[in-house]
């Protein structure tokens, strides 16, 4: 409690502080830089307007878009010469920067119908977030930025349908987990080849490790730029890093994201005010802090995303026509610590305590009140980690994940019932965070398998985390076999593609054979469909193997080995 009431008093005093600068610089500028200051157009560092001159090419991290409605989009980049200077600024100055953007029908930009100036801004890492408005439901726009001479590259983006209009069919894809030692981004070059409407990413989107601290089992083929990640510009040099690789960039030049968090956005495992490794919560919400402020900086979000000091609005919702809402989930920022120490544990009284909460909750009734209110086809739950139960015990007994659903039986109960007691139409879970590809059906009750199939999960594997991989294991085919509502695994890395009409959801798992070195191709490892109105997945054919059949290595679970591969890190690390 006094921790956030600190920090909103420390939020007031910059806010202040910030006033008397703008004052300050007000009344030393000219009339015509303090008129465009009081219209918030233009810049108010006079010797940044005439024309910007950069260290290098300021558009070195690419474009992105986001979040679309059905009249507009958010148009990101960051002006970024120097994309990993160690003051974390990307070789800019501490001044203010405009900007100019445009939005065309066409890839040549004859015919552009949105144009618009803004200013990057120093606080903000010299990041711009354009929320266009005014286009038109269900069409493909392009947009590009100017900042003095340069150009950036050309971004496609596409708005959403009409709000309750009727469509036919959409197609997206969704990753997560691109720990950018473990491989190359090949499955994001693949992704960007796709005909793809939107993607969706559900955290892991940059580790916050320092160089070499988190090895793939088959060794890093790349590095981290410099040690374990605290301050501001620490956490903008590594997402400034990631967003530097071609292949991300190229997929997300091709379409818009919607992107939601996981734990190592900020630190592995956290929960809350909560840290992994034991820290005192205080310099940990500064941390948090840090991290969240980096990360609005370098996503393609609304200004409801603007952090305020260690909070920040990410949940939110985002409706395709008739066909479909996403209800885009956070899992970390609310909920209650662990169970049991956080490992892989049988059941215990913490883990069935009914009060304590993954969503916390007021995210937990904006959710149950959206699903019970949807009006589309299909109710997606954008999330981060594994809903369905998942036993990892092949005897009698039972051991699960803490850091999943499994670890708060009451928030996942809660949702589970509700969907059953207000008939929410074809819910389908989304999730990343284990590296590996599960589909599972959700049951009324776990442990009575006879019991209703409520929905389905589909969980995707990393984009990179954990390296190659291989199709399958023993030991994981074991954990199937454990869990009869859990219908598939494999172990290796790409992104599902998920296809939906009105009458029925395919998901393909789009799998790379390698990501040790670029370049390699796409396929489809298997295929599932979920019927409209009649809850299961069904088979819908499977491709041979291809790249590496069994894990040479004894993995017992993917949870585990991340756990004690993440465990031994902290230890190593720890100051
Ligand atoms: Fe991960
Ligand atoms: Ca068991």
Known sequence: MSIRGNWEQGRAEAVSRMGEIDRRTFVKLSGASAAALVFGAGPFIEEAVARPKFQGYPFKLGVNSGDPLPDGVVLWTRLAPKPLAEDGRGGMPNKNVPVRWQVATDERFRNVVRRGETNARPELGHSVHVEVEGLRPGREYFYRFKAGDETSPVGRTKTFPSLGSAVAQMTFAFASCQQYEHGYFNAYRRMSEEDLDLVVHLGDYIYE???????????????????????????????????????????HAAFPFIVTWDDHEVENNYADEIPESGQSPEPFLQRRANAYQAYYEHMPLRRSSIPRGPDMQLYRRLTYGNLAEFNVMDTRQYRDDQAAGDGTDPPNPEQQDPNRTLTGGEQERWLLDGLADSGTAWNVLAQQVFFAQRDFDTGDGQRFSMDAWDGYIGSRDRISKSIQDKNVRNPVVLTGDVHNNWACDLKADYDDQSSATIGSEFVGTSITSGGDGADTSPSQEAVVAENPHIKFFNGQRGYVRCTITPEEWRADYRVVPYVSQPGSRVFTRASFVIESDNPGLQPAGTNPVQGTRVSTTAIESDSERIAAQERADVRGRRR
Do not use: M
């Open 209 to 251: 490790y320092g160089a070499n601290e988190y090895q793939a089992p088959g060794g890093n083929v790349r590095f981290h730029k410099g040690p374990e990640i605290i301050s501001l510009s620490d956490y903008r040099n590594r997402l400034a890093q990631y967003k530097s690789d071609e292949d991300l960039q190229a997929a």
